[in-house]
């Protein structure tokens, strides 16, 4: 059982693991705007959150991603073994202070 966290910066790579969670692209409600995706998320059914966040597409959350040169910070399971949920986006420079602790994909 395994609760490694990775780093990637693919987007078939962030979909996927998105669209197993059932996970769908999103923005934090309170930053979208028309011209700005604002804070983005990924949404996953039975969010505490509910209304918070907006469905964007996902060309809209990898174009957002790619400008601010995010990286998607992530684990495939919890330390139990379960399918984790866990994700974080962070810079550029902060993945490259966290490699000692998670693997590129």
Known sequence: MSSERYLTRDHATIR?????????????????AKDDAGILRIDFPDYTGEGALEAIT????????????LVFLFQEETAEG????FNKLITADTAAGAEDEAEWR
């Not at 996927?16 to 979208?32: I, L, Q």
């Open 16 to 32: 996927e693991w998105a669209e197993e969670r059932d996970g769908t692209p999103s923005a934090v409600s309170a930053t979208h």
């Open 58 to 69: 996902w060309d809209e959350w990898f174009d957002t991603f790619d400008d601010r040169d």
């Open 82 to 85: 379960e399918l984790s949920n």
